[in-house]
């Protein structure tokens, strides 16, 4: 029961320019939700976050967004640099149970 | 340095030999789990601990165990591996209370 989807399995975009990564969930308990990026040979690493009462929060570079009536999150990154080229995943949380899908592998090209 | 550490980092083993992969973390954190990473599923929990001798099971506890004897130290026991357990695996960590997870630097296991 896959409860926290990211329909996009990778997605290429050149340095400067918008990356726009989505993920879906089923779940309308989940009242926190929080982006994760891997490196190759790394454990993820946590790097924004948003509570459900909110619709956005940003951090430098990166802002999430959260449509709780489409249960809708994005991860915008601008600009875009070949360092942020990673797994990306998205992740839910209810009541100490955390969903995560199944990740975004975002490649920057210079 | 805050962190979670695994090991080994790498194994390969056979089926039905037992084995233990061992996870700690020096930050004090009441609650830690473990996931397997696997392709097009992402990472699924496999069991969780709130604090001392307190576990409970996740989405795909079948084959492992667990115990958390130490605040810092939650190893995970494949009794008889089977080759649907190979897969990367991380352990992590939090605070209680917090959201944010942090993870070990995960371990590849291959069961043969």
């Known amino acids: 029961d896959q409860q926290v989807k990211q329909n996009s399995p990778s997605l290429s975009v050149q340095e400067g320019r918008i990356s726009i990564l989505n993920c879906d969930y089923t779940?309308?308990?989940?009242?926190?939700f929080l982006w994760y990026k891997k490196y190759p040979a790394e454990g993820p690493t946590f790097l924004i976050s948003?509570?459900?009462?909110?619709d956005k929060n940003e951090d430098g570079r990166f802002t999430v967004f959260l449509n709780k009536s489409a249960k809708h999150l994005s991860l915008h990154i601008v600009p875009s640099q070949p360092g942020d080229s990673a797994v990306y995943f998205c992740a839910a949380y209810n009541n100490n149970d955390m969903r995560f899908g199944a990740g975004t592998r975002l490649t920057v090209k210079p | 340095e805050a962190q979670v550490t695994q090991n080994p980092r790498y194994l390969i083993t056979v089926t039905g030999k037992k084995l233990t992969v061992t996870c700690s973390q020096n930050m004090n954190h009441e609650y830690m789990s473990w996931y397997r990473q696997d392709p097009g599923l992402g990472l699924r929990q496999i069991y969780y601990s709130m604090n001392v001798e307190v576990t409970d099971k996740g989405d795909v506890p079948e084959g492992y165990k667990v115990s958390r004897k130490e605040k810092r130290n939650f190893p995970l026991i494949l009794e008889s591996p089977s080759p649907n357990q190979t897969s990367l695996y991380f352990c992590?960590?939090?605070?209680?209370?917090?959201?944010?997870?942090?993870f070990g630097p995960g371990t590849r296991l291959t069961v043969t």
């Open positions: 948003i509570s459900s009462i909110k």
């Open positions: 779940n309308s308990m989940f009242d926190y």
């Open positions: 992590a960590s939090r605070q209680g209370g917090a959201y944010e997870q942090y």
